[in-house]
């Protein structure tokens, strides 16, 4: 099995920065997307951003300029550096990401437990 695991979340003043952590375990033999994501209370869980096996690279318009998403291969890790972090950034984050087990094997979508992050004003 496969399991992606979040970490780094926590409580930030507005205009402050985190980091977030996404390591993905298990049954892997390639990692194709990987994606974060955010749902505030109340509202539908919206992309972040997302990062593909090659590095490219595409943002929700809300946080271009202020987050950067980026990837380890090698550790099957992923991560979200937040700057100029604004209370409307208040979320729990979640990671997911199309996960290969095998060679033989279709591709599968995979998500994490979810991150709280609170941007305080």
């Known amino acids: 099995q496969v399991q992606l695991v979040e970490s780094g979340g926590g409580l930030v003043q507005a205009g402050g920065s985190l980091r977030i952590s996404c390591a993905a375990s298990?049954?892997?033999?390639?990692?194709?997307?990987m994606g974060w994501y955010r749902q505030a209370p109340g509202k539908q869980r919206e992309l972040v951003a997302r990062?593909?096996?090659?590095?490219?690279?595409n943002y929700a318009d809300s946080v271009k300029g202020r987050f950067t998403i980026s990837r380890d291969n090698a550790k099957n890790t992923m991560y979200l550096q937040m700057n100029s972090l604004k209370p409307e950034d208040t979320a729990v984050y979640y990671c997911?990401?199309?996960?290969?087990?095998?060679?033989?094997?279709?591709?599968?979508?995979?998500w994490g437990q979810g991150t709280q992050v609170t941007v305080s004003s």
């Open positions: 298990g049954s892997i033999f390639s990692i194709n997307i």
């Open positions: 997911a990401a199309t996960i290969r087990s095998g060679l033989l094997y279709a591709p599968n979508d995979y």
């Open positions: 990062i593909t096996s090659g590095g490219t690279t």
